[in-house]
């Protein structure tokens, strides 16, 4: 055992879909011992990569939750969206209980950092907030969150409301010229950025090492794409060209005030979801919004030793996702209302 090293980490979420991947990559380097947190009475145990050890806990009693965390040196967080408000006060107070040293808490976002972008996204003062609350609230843990922007898989496949793009339709709205370059990231880049960081030794004076970020975000990116960019990878994955495709172009400022207006008018269910998403994203493009967190800021994946990514093959992942029930299947989980909340696989705006 080493007092420099992170040996044991446990992952909360693990069978989600950011979560199984975090899991995946940590488990691969061979370097620690992985357990999951599992909800009594679920059954997400069964998804779990090989040899990754489970707790069963429940999340109500902060006795049993604090003695499943007790020993372990790394908290990972990465509940569902729906699920991050009631989970995960009650895991970091369970992790000060029991001597957890370190968290990645469940952020996964874009740069609430950065004050112009924070200032037009919707969650960006919560967010900041809800960051800035784990230091205070618990000066004993300390806590590296990942700014990874939006990822790219997910917002590419995932309908109009989010990258723009309807791949199933063969439909692009582009804002502004569509030129404009954000930060965006996969999957399995935010895996290997974790699992890299947990692989540093916990101080160093001659090298990268974990304590470089705590209290710090951990920016990490796979690509600083535009729309344009992501259509020509579609074009060039799918064997289209622009006439294959119905592509609008929108003011980037307009749709956003517009998504506005529908949350301010009280828009409810899907379509305050698809509303939320339309601003969310679309204030990433704007030129200077903070979209773009590389020029500014840099990233840390050469420290990490994260690989250059290739672009279509991200993007026929998301084709892949979009086309065989992938986003069919996740709408239908996310509202609970089955088919009826999508419309050919295309999310309802």
Known sequence: MSDNRIERVVIAGASGNLGRILTEEVVKTGKHTVTALIRAGGSSADSLPAGVKTAVVDYD?????????????????AVSIQAVAALQDKLLAAAATAGVPHVMPNFYGSDVYNDTYRANTLNGDASLAMLRAIHDAYPAITSTPMVNSAWYEYSLAVG?????FDLRHKKATLFDDGRSKINTTTWRQCGRALAALL??????????????????????????????????????????????WSIAREPARQRYEDARAALAAGAEGPAKVMAFARAMYTCMFFPGGGGDFETERGTANKQLGLPVEDLDEATARAVDMALNGWVDAFYARFSGKGDGYIKDGAAKQ
Do not use: C
């Open 61 to 77: 009693d902060a006795a049993t939750l604090a003695a499943a965390l007790r020993g372990q040196q790394f908290l990972v967080i």
């Open 160 to 164: 109009p409301a989010f990258y723009g």
């Open 199 to 244: 692989s540093l030794p916990i101080h160093s004076t001659d090298g990268p090492a974990m304590s470089a970020w705590f209290d710090k975000p951990l920016y990490v990116s796979s690509f600083l794409v535009s729309q344009r960019d992501m259509l020509d990878s579609l074009h060039r994955v799918i064997g289209t060209t622009d006439s294959d």
